[in-house]
Each structure stands twice: as structure tokens, then as C-alpha cells.
């Protein structure tokens, strides 16, 4: 394990122990795998806030942190090293690894659990854990929990108060240490690589899982085992659909082409949209759309500061979105009516954008105390205005049916000026068409 990612390791727990309090045990699961079809397993990615505290990416592992507890505060339970079944399945660290390479003070098998938790729970007030996230291991819990009842004496009794740790700890996962924005910037790195390619090969006549198939490869051989997310390749009237994944149609000449797909590199995600004209150029239509787009990502990006809100930076792009559309005749009446009213909604319906971490979609609240939460250096986010119209819609003249257009990149909230992550990657008019098929067989 890399020594710096060992000793920021090391720092979060402490910081989630003071957070947690003297008293307190936290009981994390690492996740089970699951069932794909008859004895065929999906891959198995590990439970992000595990990961965040451990680096520990096993599956059917636990992680117990116990603040004060003398003979070490930090646990692992894991999978005992089998080598009839590693032979079958690949090599696991094992408990002495667990010791030596992830620094557990202590590490036993997943078969002591039973044994050793609920004397860990033993005079331990509250219990941390993710509850409702893993059913099974919710079960376990009240089960470990019931034997310290039935093996302690009165004066110790088991704990008395379960708390989901969210809050807790996904408020740290907020803000980005230099070592995980490094992350992020490879993930959107290969992101970039591969979103450029798509646009490369890009041609009217191929497939969208052709295209899909093209950001699988760059992704794969930069290292990102997966995607962070499944991968949106909508052409023509599927960019409609904001989380279309069927990726099965046929690439035709005049359409656009929406390519939402990020990267997810050593558990760290990218998130990134383009859309662009198959043909590699703009009808007149798409382009008045698209650089109405472009304008309200922009604004929204250019309140990625501190001091400002999520709904500064939404208020931003809808401003531009519903004076553009009124501009081009698609909305009718006084802006501030319509803003007040929502009626851009017809056309944008979802928010500008969310945080980004080890989830696409990262945690931490957008509110605080019922406001909006400020943003602050450290954090990072994603800025995604789109416009989508639907065809047959009355009093929509037919050159705007079927044109859906988002623009998405990642923000790093700095001191000062917002950086985009994702510049690399061309986002104005003319860069788009000039890269556009020049790849193409």
C-alpha cells in the first residue's frame, strides 16, 4: 500500500473516532457480493465508506473502530488465506495482512466474529453502523447485540443507542484531501481519453455500443477496471432520456450524439457529458441549442466559489436557459414570470449539478439546517445544465424536435477560481467539429 494513502488512512480514522466519541463502537461492512444468474457473481466493488477508512477492498470483511480501547482501536475482520480456495477465486491478504499492510491493530477471521464482537460491544453505549444499507448484516448486529445482553452482568450492559454514521462521516468525505483530488484528476484524465476517441470514431452508420465499446477500451487500458457508472450513449431522440443505457441503436446521419461516462479510478469517479452532431456539424437548430447550453454552464461554473450555494450556481444556469429559450421562441412571457413559475422545466428538469467522490452521485448534504450548504475549497462537483425536447409537442416547431443537449464537467471549489477538472476536453462549437469523426475507419 502507498505511504501516503497508509497514513491519510490512519488520519481519518482518528478523526471519525473523535467524531464518534469515548463510548462508541463503529461496525462498517465492507459488502456482500452478489448473485448475477445461478452461480455467476457480478464483480464486486467494495462499500465506499469501508474503503474510505480502511483501503481494504475484500468482500464479506468488517471493519470495527473502538475509540480508547487499550489493546488497539482499529479491526479488521476478513477472509482466512485458503490456498485450495484462492486457487479458484486469487489470493487474499489474509489477517496477518490485514496487520501488516492496512495497519489493523488487531485482525481475525470472519468466522470470530461471533466470538469477539459482542465482547468488543461490552460496555460500548452507542453503535455506529450503516443501517437499512445491508439487511443481512443489520441481523448480525442485533445478534451480536443480543449476546453481549445475554453474557454481561447487569452493571454491563449492552449497547443502548444505534446510530447511522452519515452524518458523521460523510461530512469528511465532503472535502478532498490533495491525495484524492490527485485521484479525481486521473480518473478525468482517462475520462477525457476516452470521451475524445468517441468523438474521433464517431460516424453516421455504426452503433451506440460501437461508441460504447470504444470509452470500455480507453478506460480499461488506462487502468480503470470499471466505469463509474453504466455509460449513456444516447443518439438522436434517446438523448431525451437522461439515464438511457440501452445503447442499441444505429448512429444516423443529422442526429446528435449524448455521451454521458466517467471513470472510476482506484475507487474515485469522473462524471463527464458531451454531446455532438454524428455527421460532425451542427444543424442550425442544434447549434443555437447547444451554445445556449454551453452559456449556462458557464454562469453556473462561474459561481463554483466560495462563499456561494448550490442554488446560486442553479439560479445561474436557469437564468441563461430561460432567457435563451424565450430568445428563441420556445418559451413565451416575462422571464422572471417564467423562473417564478418553473416553466423551464418543460425543457430542463433537473438540478445543474451533485458532489463527486468515491460515488458518482457523492454523499454529503446539499442543505444544512433547511439552507443551502456554502461551498468550500476542497469540495468537488459536477456542472450539468442540459436542454431536451420532446417531439410532438404542440406549438414546438419540428427543427427542435428530438434535440437533447448536456454539458457536464468537474469542478474543484479552490480559494479563488473555480478549476475545471475537465477542461481538456472540448466543449465550444467549433472544437467539437473540427475533432468529430477524424478518427473514423
Not at 450503516?130 to 447487569?154: H, N, V
Not at 418543460?346 to 460515488?359: P, Q, R
Request: proline share 5%; glycine share 8%.
Amino acid at each position: 500500500m502507498d505511504v501516503q494513502h497508509k497514513k491519510e488512512l490512519q488520519q481519518r480514522r482518528q478523526r471519525f473516532m473523535q467524531r464518534i466519541g469515548a463510548g462508541s463502537i463503529a461496525i462498517l461492512s465492507s459488502g456482500p457480493t452478489h448473485v448475477r444468474n445461478r452461480d455467476v457473481e457480478y464483480p464486486f466493488r467494495v462499500d465506499s465508506d469501508f474503503y474510505y477508512l480502511t483501503g481494504f477492498s475484500e468482500p464479506e470483511s468488517i471493519a470495527v473502530l473502538c475509540p480508547g480501547r487499550a489493546r488497539g482501536e482499529f479491526l479488521l475482520f476478513c477472509r482466512e488465506r485458503k490456498p485450495k480456495e484462492e486457487m479458484w477465486s486469487g489470493e487474499r491478504v489474509g489477517p496477518d495482512g490485514a496487520r501488516d499492510i492496512f495497519g489493523a491493530d488487531q485482525a481475525f477471521p470472519m468466522g470470530d466474529t461471533d466470538k469477539i464482537l459482542p465482547r468488543l460491544m461490552k460496555n460500548r453505549t452507542r453503535v455506529i453502523h450503516a443501517m437499512g444499507r445491508y439487511p443481512a448484516f443489520d441481523q448480525k448486529i442485533i445478534g451480536w447485540t443480543k449476546a453481549t445482553g445475554a453474557r454481561s452482568r447487569k452493571s454491563i450492559g449492552p449497547p443502548s443507542e444505534f446510530v447511522t454514521f452519515d452524518q458523521l462521516l460523510h461530512d469528511m468525505r465532503l472535502f478532498k484531501s490533495p491525495y484524492e483530488i490527485d485521484l479525481i484528476r486521473e480518473a478525468a484524465a482517462i475520462s477525457n481519453r476516452a470521451h475524445r476517441r468517441a468523438m474521433e470514431v464517431c460516424r453516421p452508420g455504426i452503433m451506440e455500443y460501437h461508441i460504447q465499446a470504444e470509452l470500455t477500451h480507453q478506460f480499461i487500458q488506462s487502468g480503470s477496471h470499471f466505469p463509474a457508472y453504466p455509460p449513456i450513449v444516447a443518439s438522436g431522440r434517446n438523448a431525451r432520456i437522461l439515464h438511457y443505457t440501452r445503447n442499441d441503436k444505429m448512429l444516423e446521419d443529422g442526429d446528435l450524439l449524448l455521451i454521458d461516462a466517467g471513470a472510476e479510478y482506484q475507487y474515485y469517479a469522473s462524471d463527464i457529458t458531451r454531446t455532438f452532431p454524428v455527421n460532425g456539424t451542427f444543424t442550425p437548430a442544434q447549434r443555437d441549442i447547444y451554445q445556449l447550453v454551453l452559456a449556462a454552464q458557464d454562469a453556473a461554473i462561474a459561481k463554483a466559489r466560495p462563499g456561494n450555494n448550490w442554488e446560486d450556481l442553479h439560479k445561474a444556469a436557469v437564468r441563461v436557459i430561460t432567457e435563451g429559450l424565450v430568445d428563441l421562441g420556445l418559451l413565451k412571457g416575462r422571464v422572471e414570470k417564467l423562473i417564478k413559475k418553473k416553466k423551464y422545466k418543460k425543457f430542463f428538469m433537473h438540478y445543474t449539478g451533485h458532489w463527486l467522490g468515491l460515488d458518482v452521485h457523492d454523499v454529503g448534504k446539499y442543505r444544512v439546517d433547511r439552507r443551502w450548504r456554502t461551498l468550500e475549497p476542497g469540495m468537488v462537483i459536477t456542472i450539468e445544465p442540459g436542454i431536451y425536447i420532446r417531439d410532438g409537442r404542440k406549438k414546438i416547431p419540428t427543427k427542435w424536435w428530438d434535440i437533447g443537449v448536456r454539458i457536464e464537467d468537474n469542478i474543484l471549489i479552490t480559494k479563488s477560481d473555480p478549476d475545471v477538472i475537465t477542461r481538456a476536453l472540448p466543449r465550444t462549437i467549433d472544437d467539437i467539429e473540427a475533432l468529430v469523426g477524424q478518427g473514423a475507419a
